[in-house]
């Protein structure tokens, strides 16, 4: 492959000695769970999002779940999730008991629409997760306010937008509780799995807190069934070093953008990412849309360059939601974005000739024949 869809060769070089040395720290120090390194990268986060509240926890899916049992949300609740995302977003919902209801997105932005959220809104509704799918936030001003009217609360999935904003606030500050992702290929990633919630609320903060470490505040007392779902010693090192790049780093993706929206722009048949107004996007991943989406990968691959799909398979088609009975059709934008969307190469170290050569493949694509 000449292009690969991701390397994180750039980025481990630019930092092997910083990782080197917080790996020497942390194991020199004899202590690995729950100790300084996570106390430390806690208001480091919490710091960057400008957020009173920043727990470390064991990974994106487990933060969301954690989120929503802070809430109070189980057997019996409904929770809005959008219809396009990574299957976390509903797994986190019915590990809770509670029933995920899919609203569609927007067919521009591809994110969820606050008209559809309402319409899915019933008496059992608790609470409305937004994702900030491929990097972009939410419309998040028209969901909180749907969400007071209503009595709601809202949840971000933040797992994909880390430093996005909305009419300049940071996308995991807005909802009441938020959870994000620090997965390997996440615009902030560990070295393995690791996860964080982010709120502003001091009661909800130490649900989260007392859940995740098997519901005790005081070692070996235990005043709920918790979880053993902690950010390790390790992990929250990796991210100390880590976190300083996210910024630099979001630019860089948020130029790469930029250069195949230029190359790319004005191709019929190829629809490039379209912004909210008012919204940022950190681009976790760059997705166009084609109806020759497969002939599109194909030809690309045969060029050395690699590509995904985010996703093939819409959760309410997924094998595992199949006792919710849904069918083909019944979401068709989410649907319809499964069919057609295809993820391009993004990510620090990517250089400006790769992005070049990538939308003179695609430019040729569409002018054979
Ligand atoms: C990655 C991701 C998650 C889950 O994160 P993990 O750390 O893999 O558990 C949740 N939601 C979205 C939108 C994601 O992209």
């Given at each position: 492959?000449?292009?690969?869809?991701?390397?994180?060769?750039?980025?481990?070089?630019?930092?092997?000695?910083?990782?080197?040395?917080?790996?020497?720290r942390?194991?020199?120090?004899?202590?690995?769970?729950?100790?300084?390194?996570?106390?430390?990268f806690?208001?480091?986060?919490?710091?960057?999002?400008?957020?009173?509240?920043?727990?470390?926890?064991?990974?994106?899916?487990?933060?969301?779940?954690?989120?929503?049992?802070?809430?109070?949300?189980?057997?019996?609740?409904?929770?809005?999730?959008?219809?396009?995302?990574?299957?976390?977003?509903?797994?986190?919902?019915?590990?809770?008991?509670?029933?995920?209801?899919?609203?569609?997105?927007?067919?521009?932005?591809?994110?969820?629409?606050?008209?559809?959220?309402?319409?899915k809104?019933?008496?059992?509704?608790?609470?409305?997760?937004?994702?900030?799918?491929?990097?972009?936030?939410?419309?998040?001003?028209?969901?909180?306010?749907?969400?007071?009217?209503?009595?709601?609360f809202?949840?971000?999935?933040?797992?994909?937008?880390?430093?996005?904003?909305?009419?300049?606030?940071?996308?995991?500050?807005?909802g009441?509780?938020?959870?994000?992702?620090?997965?390997?290929?996440?615009?902030?990633?560990?070295?393995?799995?690791?996860?964080?919630?982010?709120?502003?609320?001091?009661?909800?903060?130490?649900?989260?807190?007392?859940?995740?470490?098997?519901?005790?505040?005081?070692?070996?007392?235990?005043?709920?069934?918790?979880?053993?779902?902690?950010?390790?010693?390790m992990?929250?090192?990796?991210?100390?070093?880590?976190?300083?790049?996210?910024?630099?780093?979001?630019?860089?993706?948020?130029k790469?953008?930029?250069?195949?929206?230029?190359?790319?722009?004005?191709?019929?048949?190829?629809?490039?990412?379209?912004?909210?107004?008012?919204?940022?996007?950190?681009?976790?991943?760059?997705?166009?849309?084609?109806?020759?989406?497969?002939?599109?990968?194909?030809?690309?691959?045969?060029?050395?360059i690699?590509t995904?799909?985010?996703?093939?398979?819409?959760?309410?088609?997924?094998?595992?939601?199949?006792?919710f009975?849904?069918?083909?059709?019944?979401?068709?934008?989410?649907?319809?974005i499964?069919?057609?969307?295809?993820?391009?190469?993004v990510?620090?170290?990517?250089?400006?000739?790769?992005?070049?050569?990538?939308?003179?493949?695609?430019?040729?694509?569409?002018?054979?024949?």
């Open positions: 492959m000449k292009i690969p869809f991701l390397s994180f060769e750039m980025s481990n070089n630019q930092l092997r000695e910083e990782m080197t040395a917080a790996f020497s942390v194991f020199e120090s004899r202590w690995y769970v729950l100790g300084e390194e996570v106390k430390k806690e208001s480091k986060y919490a710091e960057f999002n400008k957020i009173k509240h920043c727990i470390g926890v064991s990974n994106g899916l487990d933060a969301l779940f954690l989120s929503l049992k802070a809430l109070g949300i189980g057997a019996g609740d409904e929770v809005i999730v959008p219809s396009n995302t990574y299957i976390a977003s509903w797994l986190a919902v019915s590990y809770t008991g509670a029933i995920p209801v899919p609203a569609e997105p927007s067919r521009e932005t591809m994110n969820i629409d606050v008209q559809e959220i309402s319409s809104i019933t008496p059992l509704t608790k609470a409305i997760m937004p994702v900030h799918l491929y990097g972009q936030s939410c419309e998040m001003e028209g969901i909180m306010e749907l969400a007071d009217t209503h009595g709601l809202v949840v971000e999935d933040n797992a994909q937008a880390q430093g996005a904003t909305c009419n300049g606030k940071l996308t995991g500050t807005m009441h509780i938020n959870a994000t992702s620090f997965y390997p290929g996440k615009n902030l990633g560990a070295l393995g799995d690791a996860g964080a919630v982010t709120t502003k609320d001091d009661f909800l903060a130490q649900k989260v807190r007392i859940l995740g470490n098997y519901g005790s505040e005081k070692k070996y007392y235990n005043e709920v069934v918790g979880y053993n779902m902690r950010l390790d010693e992990q929250a090192a990796f991210l100390q070093v880590k976190l300083n790049y996210l910024e630099e780093w979001n630019r860089e993706r948020k790469l953008a930029g250069l195949y929206t230029e190359n790319l722009k004005n191709i019929p048949g190829l629809t490039l990412p379209q912004l909210a107004e008012g919204c940022t996007h950190v681009y976790h991943l760059y997705v166009v849309r084609t109806r020759d989406r497969d002939d599109l990968q194909q030809h690309l691959q045969l060029a050395g690699g995904l799909i985010h996703y093939p398979v819409p959760p309410h088609l997924q094998k595992a939601y199949s006792g009975g849904f069918r083909k059709g019944d979401f068709p934008v989410a649907e319809s499964a069919d057609t969307c295809l993820s391009l190469p990510y620090p170290g990517l250089r400006e000739e790769d992005v070049k050569y990538i939308s003179e493949h695609i430019r040729n694509f569409y002018n054979r024949a």
